[in-house]
């Protein structure tokens, strides 16, 4: 069920930092293993995506990750003693060997979301051949200021989505910026206003996460709430913060979420069943089963010093028990809803998996291409097809959705959205889909963006906008959580009975 979550991770209107990682995967490092045995030379050589900032480059037992701009590279990790069986536990060579296909992060060699491939060049780029940077190498503020504009500028999504002038705003911001970190902060996180994607984020080297978000979610409700409710402004001015008033409005969060908790189990007729990472539980009402999904994410119970292929392996594995469960149970059910509408996202493979449990038959769920300088790259097509699992199919099933469901909770809703026998109820999601291309920077900073398009079937591009839902209700409006009610579910229980 929903976690607890502290006021910094809350207030990005009233300070600049918030407490929260990435919601959606993120562009992962090979691992690597120690062996003193090489790597086939088939492999060896720079690998390079353009559109990814990726430069690989695999010598006969290591491998050196950089990502690079016209002017800067950044290295950002090295292996030694590797080997071919551990280096292809993350990229896998083309049957043409012209390219490495990027399994970390996307899935297992045998399921999987759509990925990107490395392609064989005869030489790194050009930024590449000289003063490479690290996470441990020192720049200025200003300096780091310039490298964050560029990056953004070669690699950045869209500007004109929310018509911004990046050469134009970051040459003003960039005037701002001094030796006080403050300053350079303050530069990025009004960048990220002028942008509203909540993908957009820079973690400080203290721990600290700057972001601004594309739609106000509920947990911001709830803040403004509080602030009408005690006369204080919103969003809240910082001569208005103390420990107290933070507190009170942490509680204040607190207290609500366990309210809607508490109204969401009231409706179950049955017991309520639950997987072991908490993120998952079920249970009928009377004649219709309900599903409640918090996460796309979480699911691995690895050690988390194993590589990538072994947590997404044992991520699907429990996902698949869990879901075998909860559907087993609600077989016998005439109708179906499924709630996402706290989801903030995770991982594309586990909302694959998840939505192949409701077809009999292949589907094409979205496309996807990222930017790639002035174009753009080749388009991928995601389909589904029916899971070798416990599937539910022929009944009608609701799927509810809000603003807070985000990310690969999106790409779950736009492929549900694309099955006849589902309807989508509550608020347009939050509209943020790409894949987070994410940079280790120098000083120990990181930054996390947007840089490819989701778009429908139909080649419909609904970032920013989010899946709309076909019956529209608001998510646990403060009214409803004063009559004791769950208006979405009403709904959806209207639509199946």
């Not at 309210?259 to 219709?288: C, V």
């Not at 609600?330 to 998996?353: K, P």
Request: hydrophobic share 35%; aromatic share 10%.
């Amino acid at each position: 069920m929903k976690g607890q979550l502290t006021l910094v991770a809350v207030l990005v209107g009233a300070s600049l930092f918030a407490g929260c990682g990435s919601n959606k995967k993120t562009t992962q490092s090979p691992g690597a293993g120690q062996s003193s045995a090489t790597i086939a030379e088939n492999y060896q050589g720079v690998w390079v995506s353009s559109a990814y900032a990726d430069a690989l480059v695999v010598k006969e037992n290591s491998v050196d990750y950089y990502k690079y701009t016209s002017d800067y590279c950044v290295l950002q990790t090295s292996f030694e003693n590797l080997n071919t069986s551990e280096l292809t536990r993350s990229v896998e060579l083309t049957t043409d060997e012209t390219a490495l296909t990027w399994i970390a992060g996307y899935g297992t060699k045998d399921f999987g979301a759509p990925s990107r491939n490395l392609d064989k060049q005869t030489e790194l780029p050009a930024s590449c051949t000289d003063q490479i940077l690290t996470p441990e190498s020192s720049l200025t503020n200003s300096e780091m200021f310039e490298l964050y504009t560029q990056i953004m500028d070669e690699y950045y999504l869209d500007f004109s989505r929310n018509n911004v002038d990046w050469p134009t705003l970051s040459y003003e911001l960039s005037n701002t910026v001094t030796e006080n970190d403050e300053t350079l902060y303050e530069a990025i996180f009004t960048s990220f206003e002028a942008l509203a994607d909540t993908h957009n984020k820079w973690n400080t080297a203290t721990g600290e996460t700057i972001l601004s978000f594309t739609k106000q979610t509920h947990l911001y409700d709830l803040v403004e709430e509080y602030a009408t409710a005690n006369g204080l402004s919103y969003p809240l001015d910082g001569s208005e913060f103390s420990d107290n008033t933070l507190n009170d409005i942490n509680n204040y969060i607190d207290q609500e979420f366990a309210k809607e908790q508490n109204i969401i189990t009231s409706y179950a007729t049955t017991d309520i069943g639950i997987d072991q990472s908490e993120q998952i539980y079920w249970f009928a009402i009377n004649n219709i089963g309900y599903l409640h999904i918090n996460g796309m994410t979480g699911y691995s119970t690895v050690n988390e010093d194993q590589d990538d292929l072994a947590q997404t392996s044992s991520a699907l594995s429990n996902l698949n028990e869990a879901i075998d469960e909860a559907l087993s149970d609600l077989s016998e059910t005439s109708g179906l809803i499924i709630d996402v509408r706290y989801n903030g996202g995770g991982n594309d493979y586990i909302s694959l998996a998840i939505a192949s449990r409701f077809t009999e038959a292949e589907f094409l769920a979205y496309k996807k291409y990222a930017r790639d300088g002035a174009g753009v790259t080749e388009t991928i097509e995601s389909t589904i097809s029916p899971s070798g699992f416990v599937q539910y199919t022929g009944k009608p099933v609701v799927l509810l959705i809000s603003e807070d469901t985000a990310s690969a909770a999106e790409t779950f809703s736009l492929s549900m959205t694309q099955l006849d026998h589902v309807t989508l109820v509550g608020e347009a999601t939050q509209g943020i889909f790409s894949d987070v291309l994410e940079w280790a920077l120098p000083g120990g900073h990181s930054l996390g963006m947007s840089n490819e398009y989701y778009v429908t079937p139909n080649d419909e591009w609904l970032e920013g906008v989010g899946v709309p839902a076909d019956v529209v209700v608001p998510f646990f409006a403060l009214q409803d959580r004063e009559n004791q009610k769950d208006s979405g579910i009403l709904a959806a229980l209207d639509i199946l009975q």
